[in-house]
């Protein structure tokens, strides 16, 4: 078997908004430090993705020390990482969860909903509030962040390269929105993998991914087209849902850096 390296790491710091790739990253209980901390509701309170807005792929985010930049076309907005304690918590929705997060600001939301030309909010959910995993795959009782439903996303590079051997027009990794890539292996390897480390931070696989349409739309355009889900289905379909990455947990909080070998145990 081949080295097993991590490669890239990616987090998207405001949910279905345009991720940011870094060299390290610090390991939370409820995903990599800033992924998924933050997310935009509609009026009636219900998380907001590019399933239904295609258009917010077109939000771009840079990280700083001390802040977020979103930028939008020639506008952009600055999102600090040192909010109030004290805001006032919203009941919002995501997927069968209702979670409680608080507004940003309301010039935040004024932003998005000039932009998207939807009434909307951004709001943070606060690190200590609890949004527990799945009880069927828990292991030690973890919590998520805004994630779908799972802390972290690991694919493998080998994964992407097998795909794009089908497809008449390749995709990048981006489409997929993973938190872990890794060179070396099988494809699809890490369907298998159970327990292993990065570096010296111990995951656990939980669940394949079951994949949405988030990966037929373009992350540079926000055109919307029918790859990779058609190829997809053909090889990849398991009792009607279309699987593609690994979902885990971890065990370890320290940090991960690309280079670090993957030793499964």
Not at 13 to 19: D, F, N, R, V
Not at 40 to 47: A, H, S
Not at 171 to 189: A, S
Request: contains cysteine.
């Amino acid at each position: 078997m081949s080295d097993l390296k991590l490669s890239e790491i990616w987090v998207y710091p405001i949910k279905s908004l345009g991720g940011i790739s870094l060299q390290e990253s610090r390991v939370l209980e409820k995903g990599l430090q800033h992924d998924r901390r933050w997310m935009l509701v509609d009026e009636t309170g219900k998380f907001m993705t590019q399933r239904d807005h295609p258009q917010m792929a077109l939000f771009k985010l840079s990280i700083y020390p001390e802040k977020l930049k979103i930028t939008y076309g020639d506008q952009s907005i600055d999102l600090s990482f040192a909010h109030p304690t004290t805001m006032d918590l919203l009941k919002v929705t995501i997927w069968d969860d209702s979670v409680l997060a608080c507004e940003v600001s309301a010039s935040h939301s004024e932003w998005f909903s000039t932009l998207l030309n939807i009434k909307c909010k951004l709001v943070l959910f606060p690190e200590g509030n609890s949004r527990p995993v799945d009880p069927r795959y828990k292991v030690n009782d973890e919590q998520v962040s805004l994630a779908d439903g799972y802390p972290f996303l690991i694919i493998g590079q080998r994964s992407l390269d097998n795909l794009n051997e089908k497809l008449e027009d390749t995709l990048p990794m981006n489409r997929f929105r993973p938190n872990i890539v890794f060179t070396g292996g099988e494809p699809h390897e890490e369907d298998t993998w159970r327990n292993f480390t990065i570096g010296s931070n111990r995951f656990v696989g939980v669940k394949p991914c079951a994949r949405c349409a988030v990966p037929t739309i373009n992350q540079d355009t926000a055109e919307k087209g029918i790859e990779p889900s058609k190829t997809l289905a053909t090889y990849r379909r398991q009792e009607n849902k279309i699987l593609f990455g690994q979902n885990l947990v971890a065990l370890d909080h320290d940090h991960i850096r690309v280079g670090d070998v993957i030793t499964l145990q």
